[in-house]
């Protein structure tokens, strides 16, 4: 979580950000502005082409909707994106630099860092565990240091500041009071939760939620949206996979709709709702 | 559950308490034993020396499954096979150069038994990194598959023609096929008191004792404080584990166990932590195994068959798997009561009963049972076999404790992975942004409260 200090800053270059969405539909491209850039992707299974060159970029600091009938090839997308699934072919920019075909720990160290579809919490490890887990580059992760006797102290000192940290990540998410429980005890909703404080606490430039809400209840995915909508004030940027019109039409600036493993059209909510295309690709039409 | 949960917590002492009350607990029923077969103080010491000897070696073992099991979730059932390699390689080190006109078929390398020893550790480890590097990008099962097929193929390598000699550096060295290798080098206890100089004490302190056991007392001595040595290396091994697993090494190693495509895509290497984890343990493996078969000078390789690496599972499984005082009353609970244990009760039988005649068939056995219904010759004849029935009385214990308590002794304690108590920190405020409308799903926040961390 950025400290309190940064939130004026980041502020500022949201505001940036939001002209430089006129500065591309000109044609003026930096690649600060669009931290994820997806080009020609393209994957199939056995004779089935889930991607079929989808090409899209998601905007700094934007919470950006991937949108998309069932089969679209969403997941697929996410999974190619962060290194589950290597393309046959395309490109994955992120923040200027070629990560296609890396391997999922290397992206997440990055500083993109997705959850899952359905929440995969680590069930036999307690919230504390599961969030101490997620920093990255932490001292102790190496054997030795770990093990040996003097070296350990600056491994315990790390392991204070990280838990510090994670605390307070705990109280932002309002899961402080399940904080030493078996992750496998969690809800649904609170596995949720869990997921995203876990990401976030990775230190992440970029988050890629797939199907957040999915299973959530009506209180707990406004609480869920609140979270998100605040730190995207604090500059993280997300790319959000959806089911729910609605919840996507209603959050997010940018929506991208896949169709047949591409890219149909992309947008603002109004835009998307008022495109006959859309509509026909989730009624099944032959498009 | 809690009841047990209550229980461990009032040993004084921790978990070093309810180690030693069951080491204790275990000694006494042995030496009850002893009394009840009439034992002299000699055969008393003898089986006390044999029994904290399996104790240590499987004690030893199982701490290193469960890192392997219980911390990565790594299947591996190719123990043996590690085993084998670090006692073989500490042999050929070892073993002083071949003489024409010896004893000894084959020589080694000459080397003191401690270079011996970190190069059997060595191969170990680095034979672990080779079954590890096809084997960890596959799903679990297929590391299974390539480990116990790996304990095989060591033992028939050992096992060949074809290496029983052959020349290194120089030198006549050899795996000895299917005789195996006498290991004619000083036992690791004469080595150590040697190395730091206290032989001639450790040599004064057995004539000293012959007071107790007048006739020839080296042997005694010698198992008692090699034994002593051993749970000295249990003791190790459970400090290096329990430092590997409480630390954030050892929280990316639970996480792979748990899911290991959330600990890749939270940024951890996994891969490489698994290899690590895995060579750590095989390293161990080869230890133990140096430690359990050094000692016995000599080794064949048909020693090294997969039962073995099953005796391990079977301990750590009764210990519970993922927790390392778990490991450790489970290979003292199974060194005591289904390795050793059998062929006590086998001697109290016929101590208690000296003039029973068992059946000396099966078929003598079983037709006073269907003819007469008389039971009595088929339970003389069980008990007369009981060692053979030892692999039964295994296979029926696991299959109880899996339909019963799969997690085993302590397997439902959770062992917190992390250096420090996970507590909320002082320095911060007690309930700082708690406020109850979160409670939005109904979850488990109420008992949350009150959960332990079994620290």
């Not at chain 2, 984890?277 to 080794?299: H, K, N, T, Y």
Request: proline content about 4%; glycine content about 12%; some cysteine.
């Amino acid at each position: 979580m950025s400290d309190a200090a940064d939130q004026p800053v980041e502020d500022v270059a949201n505001k940036v950000d939001e002209d430089a969405l006129g500065a591309f539909a000109s044609g003026v491209d930096t690649s600060v502005d669009y931290p994820l850039r997806v080009e020609g992707l393209e994957k199939s299974f056995g004779g089935i082409t889930a991607v079929d060159g989808a090409t899209f970029e998601v905007e700094a600091g934007s919470l950006t909707g991937l949108i998309g009938p069932n089969g679209a090839g969403k997941s697929t997308t996410f999974n190619l994106i962060t290194g589950m699934l290597k393309p046959d072919a395309g490109t994955v920019t992120f923040n200027g630099e070629d990560i296609t075909g890396e391997e999922p720990h290397e992206i997440a160290n990055r500083g993109m860092v997705r959850t899952f579809q359905i929440a995969r919490e680590l069930s036999e490890m307690t919230v504390l565990e599961n969030m101490m887990l997620a920093p990255k580059h932490q001292r102790g992760e190496t054997l030795w240091r770990s093990v040996m006797p003097g070296v350990r102290d600056d491994v315990r000192e790390q392991e204070e500041e990280l838990l510090e940290r994670v605390w307070e990540v705990l109280d932002f998410f309002d899961i402080a009071h399940i904080a030493e429980e078996y992750a496998g005890n969690l809800s649904g909703g609170q596995r949720k939760l869990l997921e995203m404080a876990r990401a976030l606490l990775t230190d992440p430039d970029m988050l890629l939620l797939d199907e957040p809400f999915a299973g959530v209840n009506p209180t707990l995915e406004k609480k869920l949206l609140e979270h998100v909508h605040e730190l995207r004030e604090q500059g993280y940027t997300f790319l959000l996979v959806e089911h729910d019109m609605d919840l996507i039409m209603n959050n997010c600036e940018h929506v991208i709709v896949l169709h047949q493993g591409s890219v149909l059209t992309e947008g603002t909510p109004d835009e998307i709702r008022s495109n006959e295309e859309v509509i026909e690709a989730y009624l099944g039409g032959n498009v | 559950m809690s009841v047990r949960d209550d229980f461990t917590a009032r040993i004084p002492g921790g978990d070093a308490g309810l180690i030693v009350l069951v080491l204790l607990g275990t000694y006494l029923a042995y030496v009850l034993a002893g009394f009840v077969l009439g034992y002299t103080l000699r055969g008393q010491l003898n089986s006390i020396a044999t029994l904290t000897f399996y104790i240590g070696v499987f004690a030893m073992l199982s701490l290193a499954l469960n890192l392997h099991w219980g911390y990565t979730g790594l299947f591996n059932i190719g123990i043996v096979g590690f085993m084998a390699v670090g006692v073989y390689v500490t042999a050929i080190v070892t073993k002083p150069t071949y003489v024409a006109g010896g004893a000894a078929q084959v020589g080694g390398l000459g080397l003191p038994l401690w270079v011996g020893i970190l190069a059997g550790m060595t191969a170990a480890a680095l034979l672990g990194l080779v079954v590890a590097l096809p084997a960890l990008r596959l799903r679990a099962d297929y590391l299974a598959i390539v480990t116990i097929a790996m304990s095989e193929i060591v033992r028939f390598s050992f096992l060949s023609g074809e290496l029983q000699q052959f020349q290194l550096f120089g030198n006549r060295v050899g795996f000895g096929g299917g005789s195996g290798l006498i290991l004619d080098f000083a036992p690791p206890l004469e080595a150590l008191l040697r190395g730091v100089g206290l032989w001639n004490g450790y040599l004064g302190f057995v004539d000293a004792f012959q007071v107790l056991v007048p006739r020839n007392p080296k042997p005694v001595v010698d198992g008692l404080v090699y034994g002593l040595l051993l749970l000295g290396f249990v003791a190790g091994f459970y400090w290096l584990l329990k430092r590997t697993g409480e630390s954030p090494f050892g929280r990316v190693l639970k996480a792979i166990r748990e899911d290991e495509d959330v600990a890749n895509a939270l940024g951890k290497n996994t891969d490489r932590f698994k290899i690590k984890s895995f060579m750590l343990g095989c390293a161990l493996m080869g230890l133990a195994g140096i430690l359990w078969l050094v000692p016995q000078g000599a080794v064949t390789p048909n020693f090294f068959r997969p039962r073995v690496t099953f005796f391990i599972w079977i301990a750590l499984i009764i210990g519970g798997a993922g927790s390392n005082t778990g490991s450790v009353l489970g290979g003292a609970v199974f060194a005591a009561v289904l390795y050793q244990g059998p062929r006590y009760f086998q001697n109290l039988v016929s101590a208690v009963f000296p003039n029973l005649d068992s059946p000396s068939g099966f078929g003598q056995a079983i037709s006073p049972l269907i003819s007469q219904f008389d039971p009595v010759p088929f339970l003389l004849y069980t008990v007369d076999s009981i060692r053979q029935l030892q692999l039964v009385v295994m296979g029926l214990v696991l299959i109880w404790l899996m339909h019963n308590r799969p997690e085993g002794m302590l397997g439902y304690r959770k062992e917190t992975a992390s250096v420090i108590p996970l507590s909320r920190p002082k320095s911060m405020t007690a309930d700082g942004g708690s406020d109850d409308s979160v409670r939005t799903d109904g979850g488990v926040d109420a008992a949350a409260q009150g959960g332990e961390t079994d620290e």
